[in-house]
């Protein structure tokens, strides 16, 4: 199974990134798909989530700015992030989950909001 991120980097406050997620090794559609960041300091939380019947959730820090979504024939999750603040500075982690069992990250991608 490899799950590989892309579409971060250095961005100034109230800019936008479109983070991707490519999934491999796994029956896609099925998973739940999830995005994750870790700032510095800081435990893993959770961004956004979206399951194989599309219903989306989003964090209270990402509502309103942050959009998740997935290609199943594609295999690939997004997430659409604007007006991003310094806050929002992390690394971003894609997620696949069918199941304790069944459960995968990926390497992470770097966001910086800064000036």
């Given amino acids: 199974v ?20 490519a999934a491999s090794g796994i029956i896609f559609s099925i998973y739940s798909m999830g995005w ?11 961004v ?3 399951t194989s019947a599309l219903i989306t959730n989003v964090a209270d820090s990402g509502k ?3 959009t998740i979504s997935r290609d199943n024939a594609k295999k690939m999750v997004y997430l659409q992030m604007n007006s991003l603040k310094p806050e929002d500075t992390a690394v971003y982690y894609c ?4 199941g304790k069992r069944n459960d995968y990250w990926g390497q992470g991608t ?6």
Avoid: M
Wanted: charged share 15%; glycine share 14%.
């Fill in 2 to 21: 490899q799950l590989v991120e892309s579409g971060g980097g250095l961005v100034q406050p109230g800019g936008s990134l479109r983070l991707s997620c």
């Fill in 36 to 46: 994750y960041r870790q700032a510095p300091g800081k435990q893993r939380e959770l």
């Fill in 48 to 50: 956004a989530t979206i």
């Fill in 64 to 66: 309103g700015r942050f």
């Fill in 95 to 98: 997620n696949a989950n069918f």
């Fill in 110 to 115: 770097q966001v910086t909001v800064s000036t």
